[in-house]
């Protein structure tokens, strides 16, 4: 008789699988602001820079002349006791944010509002960014490294910069306690055993034969017993070229 497989193991959410959420410092999100202050702008000031574990880039604290505050990621080039601004007429400096309809084409942003309100939802891992290409009747044109662009509403906000922490991945980790800690505070499992490793009674992939080797391609709507390998892949393998 087999185990259950890691991912059948894995919806259980046992304390095996459960990240450490009660180590975390706040939710990261740009605060709610009235549409006059949006349409001029309001400052506001870095207070402390803190680590929250699981997160690649570091948070700062932010108390706005208004008395509220609010965590963010922080760009690179931001420092303690550094006065921000936000709103429209906020001027194009690291560490602002305004809405994308007032930023300069060819200016860098990060977390960057899908729909306005919503406080920032992409570009805010570590060295994180986009570019502003140009201003559309569709909207503004956003370009990602990767070289996708989309358009987003001039009303979304974004924040000027770069997320600091960039080449984060680059730097080896050295010890494996290390690259088990980190996967710890986000709730992963470490080391992580190879399925064809394993024998074929605890995985669908287990055998050491030739003969016991299968299609890594599977179904969306697989039960989680066979739920592994490329999930509801459209291709896979090598792409060949169609003879026209």
């Known amino acids: 008789m087999g185990k259950r497989i890691r991912v059948q ?12 959420t009660h ?19 309001i400052q506001g000031q870095i207070q402390e820079i803190v680590h929250e574990p699981g997160r ?22 931001v420092f303690q006791d550094q006065t921000i601004q936000l709103g429209s007429k906020a001027s194009v400096d690291v560490g602002n944010i305004i809405p994308l309809g007032d930023v300069p ?39 990602f490294p990767s070289g996708k662009t989309r358009y987003l509403n001039n009303l979304c906000r974004a924040m000027i910069g770069v997320v600091s922490g960039a080449g984060r991945v680059d730097k080896p980790f050295l010890k494996a306690g290390a690259k088990f800690h980190l996967l710890r505070a986000r709730g992963r499992k470490y080391p992580r055993t190879r399925g064809i490793a394993m024998v074929p009674a605890v995985h669908p992939y287990g055998s050491s034969k030739r003969g016991g080797r299968k299609v ?19 291709s896979a393998g090598r792409k060949r070229k169609r003879k026209p």
Do not use: F
């Open 216 to 234: 890594t391609t599977v179904a969306r709507g697989a039960p989680p017993g066979q739920k592994v390998g490329l999930i509801a892949a459209r």
């Open 105 to 143: 084409a060819g200016t860098m942003v990060c977390n960057i509002e899908l729909q306005p309100g919503d406080g920032g939802k992409i570009s805010r891992s570590s060295g994180a960014y986009a570019t502003v290409v140009a201003h559309t009747p569709l909207g503004t044109m956003i370009k």
């Open 23 to 41: 180590r975390r410092i706040a939710a990261v999100q740009y605060p709610a602001l009235s549409k006059k202050e949006i349409e001029a702008y």
């Open 56 to 77: 690649g880039s570091p948070l700062a604290l932010v108390k706005l002349e208004t008395g509220q505050d609010y965590y963010t990621v922080v760009p690179e080039g």
């Open 9 to 20: 193991r894995r919806g259980g959410g046992g304390p095996t699988w459960r990240a450490l």
